[in-house]
């Protein structure tokens, strides 16, 4: 059994290595030939649309889907060899469990400790530990969990996954749907496990700003193959030090400001209406857009200079925002983002 000290000493592989991992599904290739490499001790970023592949490649690594080709070991383990042996090492909060809604917090974390062989006693004072750790203490005890509100189940998801105090862990999507305050609050607790026990955390995520703010490395999936990867600052340099944004008062006026800047800024993403070139140094390049634009009789809204976000690398590297991608999963139609 591993102990919270065990996940404390140095010397503990809590790494994740992923090899040319693939998942079929019919004709469709869910992750297609991923190549990762986690230290132990890292928080990672896996960034993707809904169906980039997410999920399908942290259900592999938990071995709870098996590979198609390649390979994964976490902790150490192979996640065809030694099934077991991933288990005991990791914690898992899959974006859509099935939580007993009949059941109290409690009772459902002292179960998860006693499926990984932990004894009553010892299981009950996890479950009040675990209760605290996530933030549910002033909830009534006796509340079933069917009548949690959304932030609390992600918190519950969160104890559940500790209860065996692993060296790896996954969550997929911890703050989809989250309140913002609830967002913050899980982002907390993120780091703490992190920077306090060591754990190695994967985590995916739709949201940019989150593995912006929590992540030391990311990479970015889209369509089940790894487009970008790298420390979200790596990735910003890689477009450049910065951004020149530009809005204008029609959609014409936008696209007709992409065709007249071809040539004076050549490295421009147009999407929503607004107009993002990168530089190394924008001031200088200001007044020939400027003045490009004016004599194309295209009217300028407004025009601001900006550093590369992590929305500048999404959609350099899927060709889309993460919005948009979101909105067509969705089955609405999606705006036109034209790419050059
Ligand atoms: N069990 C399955 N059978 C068939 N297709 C699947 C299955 N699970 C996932 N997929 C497909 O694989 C792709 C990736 O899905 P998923 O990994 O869930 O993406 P994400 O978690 O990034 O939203 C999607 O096109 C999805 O429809
Ligand atoms: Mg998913």
């Given at each position: 059994m591993t102990t919270a000290s065990a996940a404390r000493t140095p010397g503990v592989d809590r790494s994740i290595a992923v090899e040319q991992l693939t998942r079929q599904f019919g004709d469709l290739r869910?992750?297609?030939?991923v190549d990762l490499e986690i230290p132990s001790g890292e928080i990672f970023g896996f960034l993707g649309a809904n169906g980039a592949g997410k999920s399908t490649l942290v259900k592999m690594l938990a071995t709870i889907l098996a590979p198609s080709a390649g390979r994964a070991s976490v902790a150490g383990f192979d996640v065809r060899r030694q099934q077991g042996k991933v288990r005991r090492a990791i914690g898992v909060a899959l974006q859509e469990v099935g939580l007993d809604?009949?059941?109290?917090a409690r009772e459902l974390i002292v179960l998860q400790a006693q499926l990984f062989g932990t004894s009553t006693g010892p299981a009950r004072q996890i479950a009040e530990r675990l209760i605290v750790t996530v933030g549910l203490?002033?909830?009534?005890?006796?509340?079933?969990?069917?009548?949690?509100s959304g932030g609390m189940k992600r918190r519950l998801d969160l104890a559940l996954a500790l209860a065996h105090d692993p060296l790896v862990l996954f969550l997929d999507e911890?703050?989809?749907?989250?309140d913002p305050a609830s967002r913050i609050d899980i982002w907390n607790e993120v780091r703490r496990l992190n920077s306090e026990q060591g754990m190695t955390i994967f985590l995916t995520t739709q949201y940019l700003e989150e593995a912006d703010k929590l992540a030391g490395h990311v990479a970015i999936i889209d369509h089940g193959r790894i487009v970008a990867q790298g420390t979200p600052a790596e990735l910003k340099r890689g477009l450049g030090e910065e951004v020149v944004e530009l809005s204008f008062e029609t959609a014409d006026g936008a696209e007709r400001a992409a065709s007249v800047l071809a040539g004076v800024a050549p490295q421009c993403r147009l999407s929503d209406g607004v107009l993002r070139c990168y530089f190394p140094v924008a001031a200088r390049e200001v007044p020939g857009i400027v003045r490009a634009l004016d004599q194309a009789s295209v009217p300028l809204r407004g025009l601001s200079i900006d550093r590369p976000s992590l929305d500048d690398v999404f959609l350099r590297a899927t060709g889309e925002t993460v919005d948009h991608a979101r909105e067509r999963e969705a089955g609405e139609p999606a705006p036109a983002t034209v790419t050059r």
């Amino acid at each position: 059994m591993t102990t919270a000290s065990a996940a404390r000493t140095p010397g503990v592989d809590r790494s994740i290595a992923v090899e040319q991992l693939t998942r079929q599904f019919g004709d469709l290739r869910a992750v297609d030939r991923v190549d990762l490499e986690i230290p132990s001790g890292e928080i990672f970023g896996f960034l993707g649309a809904n169906g980039a592949g997410k999920s399908t490649l942290v259900k592999m690594l938990a071995t709870i889907l098996a590979p198609s080709a390649g390979r994964a070991s976490v902790a150490g383990f192979d996640v065809r060899r030694q099934q077991g042996k991933v288990r005991r090492a990791i914690g898992v909060a899959l974006q859509e469990v099935g939580l007993d809604p009949l059941m109290t917090a409690r009772e459902l974390i002292v179960l998860q400790a006693q499926l990984f062989g932990t004894s009553t006693g010892p299981a009950r004072q996890i479950a009040e530990r675990l209760i605290v750790t996530v933030g549910l203490e002033d909830v009534d005890a006796r509340k079933r969990v069917g009548d949690y509100s959304g932030g609390m189940k992600r918190r519950l998801d969160l104890a559940l996954a500790l209860a065996h105090d692993p060296l790896v862990l996954f969550l997929d999507e911890p703050t989809t749907g989250l309140d913002p305050a609830s967002r913050i609050d899980i982002w907390n607790e993120v780091r703490r496990l992190n920077s306090e026990q060591g754990m190695t955390i994967f985590l995916t995520t739709q949201y940019l700003e989150e593995a912006d703010k929590l992540a030391g490395h990311v990479a970015i999936i889209d369509h089940g193959r790894i487009v970008a990867q790298g420390t979200p600052a790596e990735l910003k340099r890689g477009l450049g030090e910065e951004v020149v944004e530009l809005s204008f008062e029609t959609a014409d006026g936008a696209e007709r400001a992409a065709s007249v800047l071809a040539g004076v800024a050549p490295q421009c993403r147009l999407s929503d209406g607004v107009l993002r070139c990168y530089f190394p140094v924008a001031a200088r390049e200001v007044p020939g857009i400027v003045r490009a634009l004016d004599q194309a009789s295209v009217p300028l809204r407004g025009l601001s200079i900006d550093r590369p976000s992590l929305d500048d690398v999404f959609l350099r590297a899927t060709g889309e925002t993460v919005d948009h991608a979101r909105e067509r999963e969705a089955g609405e139609p999606a705006p036109a983002t034209v790419t050059r």
